[in-house]
């Protein structure tokens, strides 16, 4: 005891002693490690690309400093003016705003209208056939936007920009171009794709929902109408709001549609006003838009956050394992399926029907025998000069479809196992504000639409920047640009994996003797095999219907099958094209099926995450 | 075998936060079978996950067989896949994807122990532990006693010095228990294994431990074995957490600090009691009281309040005016509810405590049978 006085004097101040204790346990701890690298990896991937459009919108681009008189690179108000207060505002601006905004509104109240019916439909009575519509009316929702707004052109085209005619047109009957083109389009197809998701959601709660409440209600008195909209609609209001927001959010960001329906009569919306301005190297205007778009879903999703925390206090209403108890519709039963078989018809078999038939007809709209063939397909020799071959033999075809697989691909494997890395530095960061960090840096790329993204991303990596060569051009732009805008959805699937399985596995094999790197091929990455496979089909699905990341970073020698389709309908080879697009439909369409194998999860669940 | 010492422990979570683990000193002699024993929450977990490292101190030292392993004063840290202890987690932690063969073979895979070896040590231990028929079940195919062997088989293969075991028999059903008690005390026997298991059950401690140390609020309150820990209880905390039923408490002095009023049991007992020490309460084990029919000398009458079978004992309530104490006996009571009857309280029966709950040592008081 006598040692313990002197060996207090000699010793250091405690705070050193502390550090250094610190510092001995951290060695042993690879997470803090892990958490700063992928943090400054993701500072650099994401935040920075959205610094540098923010930067682009108030500096003077290259080209514009004759007209400016200004250095390039010095400061300029100049973009800010043109595109919010000049006479070119209306064009740039204003109108797109209009019209990007009444689609969302509209779209958001026809699915949520729409959505909800075949919600309560399905869940809450015992109309026909309830077991397979569940399932029926989801497809929708897995297939891309651009696979309805083909069909509708195949249908409703008409002269207004040339090529083939759509079908109607054929047979005679001249569709208007507001039929055909622009808003009613837009929001008919974006309210098909969108309804399946309310469906999804506003069903989860309606099921999570104890029935027992209602029951209590009815017994005090209260009849279906009292019941519904002062028990049912409040509670599943979160729901509800919660998919309305995701929806805007989407909306706003949606490219695909407004650039097929849209751009033939001019009909702009924000994404295709970025897409414009940036094809006409108006970088500077289309750094102004990108941060409008960008500014406009930070908002929606702002508020969706706020929402969804007010909600939390009486989220917890679930009851477990509740009755199902449905209404008996009676001999209504038969007839009120007629609502989901019609929106099958329309959302699932009508589009894809049509857009197969238009593979397989050489003139559009002509129903007779001799005019159906298979050379789309198969054939070789074809009149069409840039292709002979059927898409199936067209190496053309084959080239974007690895290169697809190789870019999506590879750019999924690694964003799964990021986000699995991100999970476990996350919740094992011994310095737990870095995690924190992370997980937003992580997280942001899901306020930002893609289209804005891309932008972001062009911005960024157009040219060489210190060790970093220009990326424009390569496949590492496209990878890098997907991994980024999977990360949101990846690091947190990473962070609910690693969260159910806790720390105990992995301390287990700690005291048993392994260290880091054993511990993660032996426990860590076999026991999160199932989870990771789902973090990598998900964004492996997501980037092969992806339109608004390629169709702004992917040059002719990095077609993915998306571009190429899109390349196919330019030159007017619409059969070629919509098969193309069948094909990513399928691949889409199986995918999900697999992933729901794999998970176990029910669909509902995987997409709604 | 190692032998663990713990010098002046320190385990603070957050910064603001009342440490779980505050100066604790604690030595586990080689070979020992020790338990820590303690209500839910006083940091028993915390003290078993920091010896194996899974967990840092905050302060203090944490040596085993004399080498720190993890000492905040001179900055050393081993990590635990260095420091060859064996942990058994209260929920077992299996790894769900192996079968209960390649849990336990998973240590000695790490050490590279060559494959015939390994197979014999494995199903040796797997037959000790009696799992050798769910070799190849996966964990979440087996009952919860059938797991914690396997817990226990997988860290019993690569012969540990050091086994820390977490809440052993709480998760088990009665027969279960006894069995995995049992099972406990032949691998303590057995392997010689030093053994510090984790408790809030004084039944599981009182029957397994050689030594036990009873916690409290972070802070160690006590350390022998079962026998000193129940006959002479360090202070209030201990004699009260220790003992079923509870021990009887009679303070000397009422809340505010005074004398207690002249009919209660309190002053009666304190007349007795040396004047010039300065007692609180007076604590007796329900098994100390002695019941006497008729008012034999010193004896204070009671009234019987009821009588509860505990199943081959009883618990007599008793009543002296406001106070009540409780009075255990094994053999079938003769008295009846409402029966007026005299109590001895010996005074080597009665534990003294002073106001800050410390015990007092008075010669003649506190030697209670058992000791
Ligand atoms: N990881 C942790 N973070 C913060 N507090 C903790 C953590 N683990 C334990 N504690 C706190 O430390 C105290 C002791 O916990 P523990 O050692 O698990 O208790 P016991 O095992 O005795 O029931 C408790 O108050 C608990 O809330
Ligand atoms: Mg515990």
């Known amino acids: 005891m006598a040692m313990v006085p002197s060996a207090n004097l000699l010793a250091p101040p405690n705070v050193w002693r502390r550090m250094r204790h610190r510092l001995a346990v951290v060695r042993h701890e690879p997470a803090l490690l892990i958490v700063a690298i992928l943090t400054l990896f993701f500072l650099y991937l994401i935040v920075g690309p959205v610094l540098s459009i923010l930067g682009d919108a108030f500096v003077v681009q290259s080209g514009d400093s004759a007209r400016l008189h200004q250095d390039e690179g010095s400061l300029t108000a100049y973009y800010l003016a043109r595109v919010f207060a000049s006479k070119m505002s209306s064009i740039l601006i204003w109108t797109p705003l209009v019209h990007t905004l009444s689609i969302a509104v509209a779209t958001v109240t026809l699915a949520l209208t729409l959505g909800v019916t075949l919600a309560w439909l399905i869940n809450r009575t015992d109309v026909f056939g309830r077991r397979w519509f569940a399932t029926a009316l989801v497809v929708p929702f897995m297939l891309p936007t651009w696979t309805f707004a083909l069909a509708w052109t195949t249908i409703f085209k008409n002269g207004t920009v040339g090529g083939q005619p759509g079908w109607l047109q054929a047979m005679g009957f001249a569709t208007p171009d507001w039929l055909a083109y622009g808003y009613l389009p837009t929001v008919f197809i974006l309210t098909l794709h969108y309804t399946p998701l309310v469906f999804l959601i506003v069903g989860n709660a309606l099921r999570r929902l104890d029935v027992q409440m209602e029951e209590c209600a009815r017994i005090l008195g209260a009849g279906t109408r009292t019941i519904t909209f002062s028990i049912v609609l409040p509670l599943v209001r979160p729901a509800l709001l919660s998919a309305a927001l995701l929806i805007f959010a989407d909306c706003i960001g949606e490219f695909a549609v407004p650039y097929l329906l849209g751009l033939p009569i001019n009909y702009d919306t924000l994404s295709t006003g970025l897409y414009r301005a940036l094809s006409s190297r108006q970088n500077g205007v289309a750094a102004v838009l990108a941060v409008a778009i960008m500014t406009m879903g930070v908002i929606t999703l702002l508020i969706d956050i706020r929402m969804m925390r007010e909600a939390r206090r009486f989220v917890t209403v679930g009851g477990r394992g509740a009755m199902e108890r449905r209404q008996p519709l009676g001999s209504m039963r038969h007839l009120a399926a007629s609502l989901p078989v019609l929106c099958v018809l329309i959302g699932v078999v009508l589009p894809l029907l049509t857009l197969f038939l238009s593979t397989v007809m050489i003139l559009p709209g002509r129903f007779t025998p001799d005019n159906f063939t298979l050379a789309y397909w198969i054939g070789s020799d074809l009149h069409t000069i840039a292709m002979r071959n059927g898409i199936l033999v067209a190496p053309d075809f084959w080239i974007a479809a690895w290169n697809t697989v190789r870019i999506v691909g590879i750019a999924s494997v690694i964003s799964g196992c990021l986000g699995l890395l991100v999970g476990y530095g996350v919740l094992r960061s011994p310095v737990s504000l870095l995690g924190n960090i992370l997980r937003q840096i992580t997280f942001l790329p899901y306020l930002v639409p893609g289209i804005a993204f891309a932008a972001a991303f062009l911005s960024l990596f157009a040219v060489a920047r210190g060790p970093i060569p220009a990326l424009y051009g390569t496949p590492f732009i496209l990878m890098l640009a997907l991994i980024a805008e999977n ?51 998900l964004p492996f699905i997501s980037g092969i219907k992806g339109v608004s990341l390629f169709v702004i970073l992917a040059v002719p020698a990095t077609d993915v099958l998306t571009t190429y389709s899109l390349r196919l309908l330019d030159y007017n080879y619409d059969q070629a094209a919509n098969a193309v697009v069948l094909m990513i439909a399928l691949v889409a369409w199986l995918g999900t099926v697999l992933i729901q194998r794999i998970s176990g999860a029910g669909l509902s669940r995987g997409l709604e995450s | 075998m190692p032998e663990i010492s713990l010098h002046n422990l320190v385990k603070a979570y957050g910064k603001s936060a009342k440490p779980a683990v505050d100066g604790v000193n604690l030595t586990v002699a080689d070979g020992e079978f020790m338990c820590l024993l303690g209500p839910s929450g006083c940091g028993k977990t915390t003290i078993l996950r920091m010896i194996a490292g899974i967990e840092h101190a905050s302060g203090g030292t944490i040596a085993i067989d004399g080498r720190p392993v993890d000492c905040v004063e001179r900055g050393q840290f081993v990590p635990p896949e260095k420091r060859h202890v064996g942990l058994v987690f209260q929920n077992y932690a299996l790894w769900p994807h192996m079968t209960v063969a390649r849990n336990v073979d998973f240590g000695l895979r790490l050490q590279h122990v060559d494959a015939s070896e390994r197979e014999a040590r494995c199903r040796d231990v797997m037959t000790k532990l009696r799992i050798i028929d769910y070799a190849d079940r996966y964990p979440s195919q087996l009952s919860g006693g059938q797991q914690q062997r396997v817990a226990l088989a997988r860290m019993l293969a690569v012969n540990p010095g050091v086994l820390l075991l977490d809440e052993p028999l709480s998760n088990l059903d009665a027969a279960l228990r006894l069995e995995m008690r049992a099972e406990l005390r032949r691998l303590h026997e057995t392997f010689g294994t030093t053994i510090v298991f984790v408790s809030h059950d004084q039944w599981e401690a009182m029957t397994l431990a050689d030594t036990i140390a009873v916690m409290e609020g972070g802070h160690l309150q006590q350390v022998g074995t079962p026998d000193e820990i129940y006959a002479r209880p360090a202070n209030r905390f201990v004699a009260e957490f220790i003992g079923n039923p509870r021990i009887n408490m009679i303070p000397s002095r009422d809340r505010k600090g005074q004398e207690t009023d002249t009919a209660s049991l309190g002053l009666k007992l304190t007349e007795r009691l040396p004047r010039d020490v300065p007692i609180d309460v007076c604590g007796i084990r329900p098994e100390d009281i002695r019941l006497c029919e008729t008012p034999a000398d010193g004896a204070l009458p ?43 309280l010996p005074d080597e029966a009665l534990h003294l405590f002073d106001g800050s709950g410390r015990r007092m040592s008075i010669p003649g008081y506190g030697m209670s049978a058992a000791a």
């Open chain 1, 487 to 537: 990360m949101p959805f990846a690091s947190r699937a990473g962070i609910a994996a690693m969260t159910q399985l806790g720390r105990e596995p992995e301390d287990a094999a700690r005291v048993a003797g392994a260290g880091f790197l054993t511990r993660m091929r032996r426990i860590i990455i076999p026991i999160q095999a199932a989870p990771l496979a789902t973090a990598i089909l």
């Open chain 2, 302 to 344: 009671f009234t019987v309040e009821s009588i509860m079978p505990t199943g081959g004992s009883w618990v007599i309530e008793l009543a002296h005016g406001e106070d009540r104490l409780f009075h255990s006996t094994q053999s079938r009571p003769r008295v009846r509810p409402k029966d007026q009857i005299g109590c001895l």
